[in-house]
């Protein structure tokens, strides 16, 4: 089919004069099929989003139900019954007191959402200097302007600046690469997380407002937080009154078997943004999860926070988000994962033994394998050497091979797995066999 009027997202467009543009027409499962009826594993979950697989009847369902009923209010001033039984859902499974919910339309909208009303809050609370933020090197979380300006990696901010200021870069938790105590895990996530106080002391406590930080972290090839780390992390922001939140869009509902990532690692943030998995990407919707302290003076004085969006909340969305909930909680979706993830995992490691692979990590259902040209130096490829063999020929093999994940240079090069959480044995050896394939080519190019 030809793209004369479609503008892809994230896409060289040239590269459509010499290949055609794959069209994926329909899924089931953990597969899905083009318009030539080729099948491809979904080996990231759509874009880290399809929990419960493609072709699910119930949430189809769920829409067209809420569609015939309401099919459109805003949550101006008003409520409709769908966006009251979803926040009460969330916040009957959240940690602590993250009792309001404020729902937006995607993770980006969300993140922008917990920046503004951490600047709010303090404002409101008598300390208008605090409104920085702090977020870790190469981490993405949006592409929104502000929450661009939270993103560390700034290959994707150069063509927009200036951005939004007072973001603050600290390092991130990637032990294979650690130059600080390189031999010992903690340690190194005790010296992470003190980088975060250090920053703060280094711009003031009065100025930050708030540290962004993923659970699991997905650009850089899903760097899992040192034993300690989020707790340490968790002391330093009540020492300095500064918010915790814990931005949930890629690890929430289920990828890392809970349906918080803060509870997997028992750590209790301010704040969590989500969206993606929240309704397994059939349809758009986000929310931020929000302490109630953080809500109390808004209740004052007739006081608003000004922030909103027409379709934040939508009701279809909704009703999805609670179809796929009740669907996630019947076919006991979360302990499948923590059933199968050893298993994921080790089938994962068989890759070690190419010299191409440095090193494979994750958490859960959620994984990067990082590639290097010299296993013990760990060297990584120049930019001219991940332009021909990362997009060149490992991204293109694995898709011709009959699997969709994410070939990723942004940090160091990286294949990245995220695959829906209905995924059992036969398609973790899939994807290990194509991956395989892909790798040992690649590794004739070096």
Partial sequence: MPLDNLWLHFTRHSAADDHAVPVIARGEGAYVWDTEGKRYLDGLAGLFAVQVGHGREELAEAAARQTRELAYFPLWSAAHPRAIELAERLVAEAPGDLNRVFFTVSGGESVETAWKLAKNYFKLTGKPTKHKVISRSLAYHGTSQGALSITGLPALKKDFEPLVPSTIRVPNTNFYRATEHADDYEAFGRWAADQIEQAILFEGADTVAAVFLEPVQNTGGCFPPPPGYFQ????????????????????????????????????????????????????PLGAVLIDERLMEPFRKDGTVFMHGSTYGGHPVSCAVALANLDLIERDGIYQHVLSEQDAFKSTLDKLRDLPIVGDVRGTGFFYGIELVKDKDAKTSFTAEESERILKGYVSTTLFDNGLYCRADDRAEPVVQLSPPLICEQAQFDEMEQIIRHALEGAWKLI
């Fill in 232 to 283: 340490r992390v968790r002391e330093i922001c009540d020492r300095h009154d500064v918010l915790l939140v814990s931005d949930e869009v890629v690890c929430a509902i289920g990828r890392l078997g809970h349906t918080f990532g803060a509870q997997r690692y028992r750590y209790q943030p301010d704040m969590i943004t989500t969206a993606k998995g929240l309704t397994s990407g059939y349809a």
